[in-house]
């Protein structure tokens, strides 16, 4: 994915670094982008749906004092974090539309 005001490719790093992969700032000239995917919405339910999931496995565990299932399922939380963050930029480079974003009050007076 290239940013449309700058042409700088814009890498796997520099999104990691936004908050969303939904929103980005170029590295090079920091434009700002709303990034439209197909699907954004079952893509976002199912993120939350399996990190309940996870995040509920370690609840019960903890509850039943079985900190090493604990432990195995903080580890398994970190990696699904981990191939998601990889396969949403997959994904949003393949797929992604940028849009420029409107600049607000506050970055038109600095």
Known sequence: MKCSACS????FWATLKEPTPFRLTCPH??????VSTPYVRWIFFGVILVFSAIA????QSIQMANLIAAALFSLLLVLVWVALEIWTHAYVSK????????????SQNS
């Open 29 to 34: 000239c920091k434009a700002k982008f709303k």
């Open 95 to 106: 797929h992604g539309i940028l849009s420029p974003t409107p600049k607000t009050r506050n």
């Open 56 to 59: 509920f496995a370690i609840y």
């Open 8 to 11: 700088t490719k814009i890498t």
